[in-house]
Nanobody
Framework: QVQLVETGGGLVQAGGSLRLSCAAS??????MAWFRQAPGKERECVLA????????NYADSVKGRFAISRDNAKNTVYLQMNSLKPEDTGVYYC?????????????WGKGTLVTVSS
C-alpha cells in the first residue's frame, strides 16, 4: 500500500522558515513534488524534483525562497521554505508519480497546513 505522509507544517511569522518532509512508503517514484492550495485558490505545483534531482520545476512565486530535495535511500522529499510570506499560507500536499513533467501525479498525501502570519 502506497502512502505519502507529510510533516513539518505549522504557524510561522513572515520572514521565517519551515521545512516540510514527505515520507513515501510502498514504492519509489520518479517524480516527487509539493503542491499547495491557498484559501480560495486552485492547487498549484510549488516545486517538483526528478529521481536524480537533475530536473526541478518551480513556481515563479517561490523562486529564490523555496528549495526541494530528496533522499532516495529514505524515500523522502523535503521542502525548505525561507523568507515566508503571508501569501504562502495554505495546505501543502506531497505528490508522487512516474513521469516528468509533474502533471499526472498518481499519489497524494493528506496535506499539512502552513500558516504565515504578518
Amino acid at each position: 500500500q502506497v502512502q505519502l505522509v507529510e510533516t513539518g507544517g505549522g504557524l510561522v511569522q513572515a520572514g521565517g522558515s519551515l521545512r516540510l518532509s514527505c515520507a513515501a512508503s510502498g514504492r519509489t517514484f520518479y517524480t516527487m513534488a509539493w503542491f499547495r492550495q491557498a484559501p480560495g485558490k486552485e492547487r498549484e505545483c510549488v516545486l517538483a524534483i526528478s529521481w536524480s534531482g537533475s530536473m526541478i520545476n518551480y513556481a515563479d512565486s517561490v523562486k529564490g525562497r523555496f528549495a526541494i530535495s530528496r533522499d532516495n535511500a529514505k524515500n523522502t522529499v523535503y521542502l525548505q521554505m525561507n523568507s515566508l510570506k503571508p501569501e504562502d499560507t495554505g495546505v501543502y500536499y506531497c505528490a508522487a508519480g512516474p513521469n516528468w513533467p509533474p502533471r499526472d501525479m498518481n499519489y497524494w498525501g493528506k496535506g499539512t497546513l502552513v500558516t504565515v502570519s504578518s
